[in-house]
Structure formats: C-alpha cells, structure tokens
C-alpha cells in the first residue's frame, strides 16, 4: 500500500527553466510534508515543508505547493541550475511523526 | 554544528550473521529515526527511539532492534541477516517527536549482506 506516490521516475528540464516535480498521497490524516534532495552516497538532505494548514510555502528559488482536496504536491524549482540534478524525494507524516516517503524522482537539469 | 553521523560507511556480511549499526544525532535534537532505503525506492521507517524508549515502529521484524543510550545515540541492530537485507540504513534526528520538527538525515551505511 503506497500512501505517497512520485508517479514519474525521471525528469530532465534545460537550466534556467521551471522544474516541476509531483506527489501524490492517500492518507487524509497526513499533515506536514516535506520535500529531499539526495545526491548518490549521500545521506538525503531537506529543501522545504509545508504543513496541511497552508498551501504554499517558498524558500529561494523553490516553491512547495499543496492541494489537499486533490491530495497532491508539488515542487517549483525556478531557475533550475545543473547542480539540483539529483533524486528528490517527497514524504509525508501525521502526528507520530514517522515519514512515509515517496519512491523517488531523478531530475537532470541540462546546461 | 555537527550534523547526523553514522558508522561505519559501509559493510559487508554473511547471511545468519548479525550487525549493529550507530548514529550520533545532530546536536540538540533528541529524537532517531531508522530507515532502511533498497535500490531504486524510497526510505522506508524502521522505527524512532525518544528518551531511549521505541516510540514508534515501521512493518519490519523483530531481528531489527534498537536502542538509544542517554546521550541521544543510537544503535540498530538487525539479527539473521538476510540477502533482502542489503540496503542503506539512515538515521535521522529532530528535536521532540509530537511536534512537526525536520527530520535531518545522515550519510547512510551501506550494507551488503552475501
């Protein structure tokens, strides 16, 4: 049972375009979400959260998105640089705090 | 300000053996979470210790124990390991489990299990 699914395994965008990354949950009882960037053997590092109560939330060049009737998410990356090329994770939790992460979505930003 | 250590980088072992992994949290966070992440997918909860009790715990079982020692470390131990057991083990640290704090996440042990 996937409750948080990252329906596309890859994106490439040209550097200086938007980047625009999608999540989609089941569990109506997640209320904080956050979005990672994991370079290979690296441990995954936090870009931006969003909680349930608000529906954006910006941080620099990236811009988190929530849709909770649709139970989607989203990440903007604008501009797109070649070093965010990386796998980005999104994960969800609900009140006990454990994350349930997505499977993940490689995106190649091209000079 | 030190960030999530884990040791060692990576290990290899054989089927029935039994491994322990550590993780020092980041300073002033007082929470640990596991993870396990297999190729190709997403990190997926092992289970988080918080005042060196397990507070919550992930579909995994019982051969992977835990614990957290007074000073906010941590160790994962898994039992009879298992060829599906190879993967990348994360540690992650916040501050207080019942509030909407970051999780900020070590480099990872590799493990290989032959």
């Known amino acids: 049972d996937q409750q948080v699914k990252q329906n596309s395994p890859s994106l490439s965008v040209q550097e200086g375009r938007i980047s625009i990354l999608n999540c989609d949950y089941t569990?109506?009882?997640?209320?904080?979400f956050l979005w990672y960037k994991k370079y290979p053997a690296e441990g995954p590092t936090f870009l931006i959260s969003?909680?349930?109560?608000?529906d954006k939330n910006e941080d620099g060049r990236f811009t988190v998105f929530l849709n909770k009737s649709a139970k989607h998410l989203s990440l903007h990356i604008v501009p797109s640089q070649p070093g965010d090329s990386a796998v980005y994770f999104c994960?969800?939790?609900?009140?006990?705090?454990?994350?349930?992460f997505g499977q993940g979505t490689t995106l190649q930003v091209k000079p | 300000d030190a960030g999530v250590t884990q040791s060692p980088t990576h290990l290899i072992k054989t089927r029935g053996q039994q491994v322990t992994l550590r993780c020092s949290p980041k300073?002033?966070?007082?929470?640990v979470s596991w993870y396990q992440q297999a190729l190709g997918q997403g990190p997926q909860f092992i289970f988080q210790?918080?005042?060196?009790?397990?507070?919550q715990r992930g579909n995994f079982p019982d051969r992977f124990s835990g614990h957290q020692f007074p000073n906010y470390s941590s160790e994962l131990n898994v039992n009879a390991l298992l060829l599906g057991d190879s993967a990348l083990y994360l540690c992650?640290?916040?501050?207080?489990?019942?509030?909407?704090?970051?999780?900020?996440f070590g480099p990872g042990t590799r493990l290989l299990v032959l």
């Open positions: 569990n109506s009882m997640f209320d904080y």
């Open positions: 994960a969800a939790s609900d009140v006990t705090g454990k994350l349930i």
């Open positions: 210790y918080y005042e060196e009790e397990e507070r």
């Open positions: 300073s002033g966070h007082d929470t």
């Open positions: 969003i909680s349930s109560i608000k």
């Open positions: 992650a640290s916040s501050l207080a489990v019942d509030r909407k704090e970051t999780q900020y």
